[in-house]
T-cell receptor, first 113, second 114 residues
Framework: QQQVKQSPQSLIVQKGGISIINCAYE??????FPWYQQFPGKGPALLIA?????SEKKEGRFTISFNKSAKQFSLHIMDSQPGDSATYFC????????????FGGGTRLMVKP | KAGVTQTPRYLIKTRGQQVTLSCSPI?????VSWYQQTPGQGLQFLFE???????NKGNFPGRFSGRQFSNSRSEMNVSTLELGDSALYLC?????????????FGSGTQLSVL
C-alpha cells in the first residue's frame, strides 16, 4: 500500500520558471513532512520540512504548501535553475516512529537553460 | 565534520551469498537508519537503530538484519541473496532519533546480485 503518492514522475521547466511537485498522503497520523533532493550518485539531502500546524513554509526559493484537510502537500521551486535538476522526494513520518520515513515515488526535475 | 560514510561503495554478489554493508554515522549522532532504493519500489525503510537497539523495522523479510555498535557505527546484513535484492542501500544518521529531525544520508552502497 503506497501511503504517499507523488506527482508528476518527471517535470521539465525552463530556467526562471516555477517547478511544482505534489504529494498526497493517506495516514492521518503522519505529522512531519520533509522534502529531499537527490543528485545522481548521492544520497538524498533534506531541503525543507513542515509540520501540519502551518499551511506554508518558505526557505529561500523553496516553499512547502500544506493542506491538512485534503491530505496534500506540495513543493514549489521559484526561479528554477539548471542546478536544481535532480530527483525530488516527498516523505512523511509519525511522531512516535523515530526516523521511519515513508517516501513518495520521486519526481525527476530537469531545468532547461 | 565528516558526513555519513558507507562502505563499500559498490558490491557484486551472486545469488545465495550473503553480504554485510557498513555505515559510520556523523560524529555524535546516535540514530542510524537504513533504506533500500530501487527504480521500481523507490525508497523503502529497512530498520532504525538507536543506542544499539533496533527501534523500528520496515516490511522486509528476516534475511535482512542489522546491528549497531557502541560507537554508533552500524552494519546491515543480507543473507541468501536474491536477484531482487539488487539496489542502492542508504544509511542515514540523526542526532537524537526523535523523529522530525534532519536526517543525513550517505551516498549508499550499490549492490548488484547476479
Amino acid at each position: 500500500q503506497q501511503q504517499v503518492k507523488q506527482s508528476p514522475q518527471s517535470l521539465i521547466v525552463q530556467k526562471g520558471g516555477i517547478s511544482i511537485i505534489n504529494c498526497a498522503y493517506e495516514n492521518t497520523a503522519f505529522d512531519y513532512f520533509p522534502w529531499y533532493q537527490q543528485f545522481p550518485g548521492k544520497g538524498p539531502a533534506l531541503l525543507i520540512a513542515i509540520r501540519p500546524d502551518v499551511s506554508e513554509k518558505k526557505e529561500g526559493r523553496f516553499t512547502i504548501s500544506f493542506n491538512k484537510s485534503a491530505k496534500q502537500f506540495s513543493l514549489h521551486i521559484m526561479d528554477s535553475q539548471p542546478g536544481d535538476s535532480a530527483t525530488y522526494f516527498c516523505a512523511a513520518s509519525k511522531g512516535n516512529a523515530g526516523n521511519m520515513l515513508t517516501f513518495g515515488g520521486g519526481t525527476r526535475l530537469m531545468v532547461k537553460p | 565534520k565528516a558526513g555519513v560514510t558507507q562502505t563499500p561503495r559498490y558490491l557484486i554478489k551472486t545469488r545465495g551469498q550473503q553480504v554485510t554493508l557498513s555505515c559510520s554515522p556523523i560524529s555524535g549522532h546516535r540514530s542510524v537508519s537504513w533504506y533500500q532504493q530501487t527504480p521500481g519500489q523507490g525508497l523503502q525503510f529497512l530498520f532504525e537503530y538507536f543506542s544499539e537497539t533496533q527501534r523500528n523495522k520496515g516490511n522486509f523479510p528476516g534475511r535482512f538484519s542489522g546491528r549497531q555498535f557502541s560507537n554508533s557505527r552500524s552494519e546491515m546484513n543480507v543473507s541468501t541473496l536474491e536477484l531482487g535484492d539488487s539496489a542502492l542501500y542508504l544509511c542515514a544518521s540523526s542526532a537524537l532519533g526523535t523523529g522530525a529531525e534532519k536526517l543525513f544520508f550517505g551516498s549508499g552502497t550499490q549492490l548488484s546480485v547476479l
